[in-house]
């Protein structure tokens, strides 16, 4: 059962609002301390040292406390123990509504329903009427809507690929993601309004996009740096024992960069990528892989050994960015150019590093 609004979740939830933004005005401080959590939240999982989950309810001590703080909260798990569906880290999620610069009785799109809280969020300061909220999960979505009526409100849930937009309501004044993108959905354009702002998690940051003509936009990545749930698509498993068999390179790009000051440009220069790393006893990295869906792998040893195998050969992207990149650079330092068939990033001037997005139909 979820646990009741009472007067602990009260204070607790009125000091955790407060607290998600000390040094700035935010208009969304009130719908945090109004919209109770806990609600969407009726357990989530926690991972202990040997890597088994553990499901936290009403009745665990600290249930309420982990839901009135500053976290992450896994709510849903695969048959494989894998995540599937979260409630975001709530300052990332108050940073993103005040990107959206949403105002009462704008129209909004969400993109990845999740729990329902931002669903909620969004339909307390606005006006249910004007939410439109969608997932690709049925469980989801019905948990949500159940959630949200529970507590008052009724947006618009719908079942299917947010990346398809919702047709039957456009267009939107805004249109906002809480799950990964590789790109900016063709669709939002088609159903934005004249000036739209989108917001969405692109790689390993938020971007924020005004639309300035039909297809067309601007935009930049906030400074956050954010890490969401993707989109679920088929997953490619690494080649590792062929890489294996590949003759060795030798290269002067730390292994663990990958992992640290060039985690947000590789999301640029290689989409939907994946990493790993093998550690020591003391946990200090020995070696990582990466590799993409197309099966193109590689390995790098902190010894400077590095093989690769597939179509492309992917720590040749990882040397010319450690070689463009002299520290970590600042997220809002990367901006957008949008056209009809084309994103393209560019760095800091748009004659500058740059790389297209893939698009997203």
Partial sequence: ???????????????????????????????????????????????????????????????????????ALTTQLDERGIPTSSSSEPSVMLTMLDALDAAEGDT????????????????????EQNVTTIDVDPDLT?????????????????????????????PYQRLIATAALRSIPDAFFR?????????????????RVTVTDPGCGTGYFLPTPAYFMPRRTPSVPPAFAQ?????????????????????FPL??????????????????????????????????HVSGKVRQVGPRRLWDVVESLAETFAGEPERQEFRVSITPGRQTVWYRTQDGPAWDLPQLG
């Fill in 1 to 71: 059962m979820t646990e009741p609004d009472n007067d602990t979740a009260a204070v607790l939830r009125k000091e955790f609002a407060t607290g998600l933004a000390p040094a700035r005005t935010s208009r969304w401080v009130e719908a945090f301390a109004s919209v109770p959590r806990h609600a969407f939240v009726p357990a989530f999982y926690t991972q202990g040292p040997d890597g088994a989950w553990e499901r936290v309810g009403p009745a665990d001590p600290g249930y309420l406390e982990a839901v009135y703080s500053d976290r």
């Fill in 142 to 170: 019905e948990a949500a809507a159940r959630r949200l009526a529970g507590v008052g409100l009724r947006p618009f849930v719908a079942t299917g690929d947010g990346a398809g937009g919702w047709p039957g309501r456009a």
């Fill in 267 to 300: 999301a640029l220069a290689l989409p939907g990528h994946t990493t790993c790393s093998w550690r020591d006893d003391d946990g200090d990295v020995t070696a990582v892989g990466i590799w993409t869906e197309d099966g193109s792998t590689a390995t790098a």
């Fill in 191 to 207: 159903q934005a309004a004249p000036g739209a702002v989108i917001v969405a998690p692109v790689g390993y940051g938020i971007l």
């Fill in 108 to 127: 909004v799109f969400e993109l990845g329903t999740g729990t329902g809280y931002n669903a909620a969020l969004l339909s307390h300061r606005l006006g």
């Fill in 243 to 263: 890489a294996e068999t590949a003759e060795p390179t030798t290269t002067t790009a730390a292994p663990s960069d990958i992992l640290g000051r060039l985690r």
